[in-house]
């Protein structure tokens, strides 16, 4: 195996880079699960976990992927045959759909070009369709990963009330959890599902439903078999801090940790810095003349962005040369974006500099890759970066203000 220098910049949209501060926490001895200071440190984390959600509700940790929250969130509020109403943005939101009908409910699709999120029009026009109320639950991926397109949740839940709908509202937050701003509650969101790799910039192992009283009240009545994923049983338990099961013990001294920092650096501080992180990889993708996935501008999403290449090109080649020349990943096209477009993760753990490093890295593959692009699309990104963030106009105006 050839010696690489320096480190490798991992740019994929999750897993993303693991705090030193937080493999520092995960780096002690496992403590007894069933004694009393693990008790204190899972109630906590529970906790402490309600602001990043914002919710006042219960948040359920569970040992899994996100794909375990996604059977969690079905599985304790439906029953067999129950009609649900999914999106489809992406791949991940298809894979969520495809999981609903293998434990046998009726999952319909609402077709999308993956290139836009859910349309809350399109919702309430179905909704009101819906006279009987067949339909019981709505779910949608907040930020998909697979096209770097941001659904407009309060959007979704406006339209949800204008038809009068009961129908329960269902949110996939993995990869805009602690990075984009979310609202459990004040969206009216019932179920949230979460993972740890990605905002909240843990090694994946851990997963999460966030859930609101209309869920727990759907949970009654649900006749869909579960066992492991039974809310009622871990609720239960966690009341005196512990789990029904052996639980990541030392994943949760990482999550104690990046919950600290998240409170240290501030979520709307966090915010901001993804959003203008996101902005000048937007400028950059301009700037070399690439196109931008994602085609509304207020579905852009802040912790990701996927371009297409150029007709003829190859985004896996692309990758390669990137990964082979430069040390640096960058994630691939997913289902019929396979080949097509290329992925630069810019969540988590991330500053001015290390998007720096990764602009440079990507306009130096296209480079030696062949890909037709103007130089200096980095440049774009810098002088953005160098004014705060704001645009050279605004910065200009500020100073004759001054």
Not at 165 to 194: F, K, N, Q
Not at 357 to 367: F, H, P
């Amino acid at each position: 195996m050839t010696f690489r220098s320096g480190r490798h910049f991992l740019q994929i949209p999750g897993p993303t880079n693991v705090p030193d501060r937080v493999l520092r926490a995960m780096d002690q001895p496992t403590i007894d699960h069933r004694g009393p200071e693990f008790a204190r440190l899972t109630l906590s984390i529970l906790e402490d976990l309600k602001s990043v959600f914002k919710t006042t509700g219960d948040v359920i940790i569970f040992p899994s992927s996100g794909t375990g929250a996604w059977e969690a969130s079905l599985v304790n509020t439906l029953s067999p045959g129950d009609k649900v109403l999914m999106f489809e943005t992406g791949q991940f939101a298809m894979q969520w759909h495809r999981m609903a009908k293998n434990l046998g409910l009726n999952a319909e699709v609402v077709p999308n070009d993956w290139r836009h999120g859910a349309d809350p029009a399109q919702l309430e026009k179905l909704l009101k369709e819906d006279r009987q109320h067949q339909i019981k639950a709505v779910a949608v991926v907040h930020n998909e990963t697979s096209t770097g397109v941001t659904s407009r949740i309060p959007e979704i839940r406006k339209a949800i009330d204008r038809a009068g709908h009961p129908a329960l509202l269902m949110v996939d937050t993995i990869s805009s959890l602690a990075s984009i701003d979310y609202r459990h509650d004040e969206w009216g969101v019932d179920v949230t599902v979460a993972g740890s790799q990605k905002g909240l910039m843990l090694p994946p192992g851990i997963a999460f439903n966030a859930i609101g009283p209309k869920a727990r009240a759907a949970a009654k009545s649900s006749r869909t078999p579960k066992s492991y994923w039974n809310w009622e049983d871990i609720l239960a338990t966690n009341k005196s801090g512990f789990f029904p099961y052996t639980p990541a013990t030392n994943i949760l001294y990482g999550l104690r940790e990046a919950l600290r920092m998240l409170h240290e650096e501030g979520l709307e501080t966090v915010f901001a810095r993804h959003a203008r992180l996101a902005e000048a990889t937007r400028r950059t993708a301009r700037a070399w003349g690439l196109e931008i996935l994602c085609l509304n501008p207020e579905e852009y999403s802040n912790t990701l962005t996927a371009l297409l290449m150029p007709e003829g090109h190859d985004a896996d080649n692309l990758r390669q040369v990137i990964l082979e020349r430069y040390n640096m990943s960058l994630g691939t096209g997913l289902g019929k974006l396979q080949g097509r477009v290329f992925r630069i993760g810019h969540l988590g753990d991330f500053n001015e500099l290390m998007l720096a490093g990764t602009l440079c890295g990507v306009e130096m593959g296209l480079a030696a890759a062949g890909v037709p692009h103007k130089q200096g699309g980095v440049l774009a990104a810098l002088d953005y970066l160098a004014a705060g963030g704001k645009t050279q106009t605004s910065v200009q105006a500020a100073a004759k203000t001054a």
